[in-house]
């Protein structure tokens, strides 16, 4: 069964600082996505990553796939107040044909 | 239209109730999704329909029934349901391949309330 795990899972921070998000995963895969979810809406996606070595990037927000490693990391960058919200990361299992697995979250807080 | 559309957006609803979320997705995608987020857990996927086949998390109780009539649409039948079925319902599309789930795109989801 894969297993998907994330750390932190809370995250308090201040403006203008920077961290990362760790994503861990059990199984063979290259395929995996970083979603956003504000407190009580949706999820909305943020970062396909399809390879090994794949880096994304958008505004402060940077993602990275090392699949030998089996770990992505969601890299914030000189946070800012608009960037608290709840990320996940989803692992497409090769062989499940059907499925995402999600981590936990983390619940990220910028404060001012 | 927006990509994926959820109604209705809140339901309260009584355990004797019957009632249907509805779900539907305008982007051509071939795979839809059930998926429930209760407070403090992961996301739990309950029912994939993809190439029109039905896939189910064994560990859903029979009190929620899916129904797919075609590749766009997608319903969640609720009866008797118990009070810590309480959630937030997302559905969500994907263009799937015998290989991969591919990118999913979200409702914006029914938030569940049972009295």
């Known amino acids: 069964e894969l297993k998907v795990e994330q750390n932190p899972l809370f995250l308090s921070m201040q403006e203008g600082k920077n961290y990362t998000i760790y994503c861990n995963y059990s199984?063979?895969?290259?395929?995996l996505y970083w979603y956003r979810q504000d407190p009580g809406k949706s999820l909305e996606s943020l970062f396909v990553?399809?390879?090994?070595?794949a880096v994304k990037q958008e505004g402060r927000l940077m993602a990275s796939l090392d699949t030998k490693a089996r770990l992505s990391t969601l890299h914030i960058t000189a946070a800012v107040h608009d960037l608290s919200a709840t990320y996940f990361c989803?692992?497409?299992?090769?062989?499940?044909?059907?499925?995402?697995?999600f981590g936990e979250g983390t619940q990220l807080t910028v404060n001012p | 239209e927006t990509g994926v559309t959820q109604t209705p957006r809140h339901l309260v609803m009584g355990m004797t109730n019957k009632k249907s979320l509805k779900c539907e997705q305008h982007?051509?995608?071939?795979?839809m999704y059930w998926y429930k987020q209760s407070a403090k857990k992961p996301l739990e996927l309950m029912f994939v329909?993809?190439?029109?086949?039905?896939?189910e998390n064994n560990s859903v109780p029979s009190r929620f029934s899916p129904e797919c009539p075609n590749s766009s649409h997608l319903f969640l039948h609720l009866h008797t349901l118990q009070p810590e079925d309480s959630a937030l319902y997302l559905c969500?599309?994907?263009?799937?391949?015998?290989?991969?789930?591919?990118?999913?795109?979200f409702g914006e989801g029914s938030r569940l309330t049972v009295l």
């Open positions: 329909y993809s190439l029109e086949e039905r896939v």
């Open positions: 199984t063979t895969s290259d395929r």
């Open positions: 982007l051509g995608h071939n795979a």
């Open positions: 990553l399809l390879s090994n070595g």
């Open positions: 989803a692992v497409d299992e090769e062989t499940s044909g059907s499925r995402l697995t």
């Open positions: 969500a599309s994907s263009q799937y391949t015998t290989k991969n789930t591919g990118e999913l795109f």
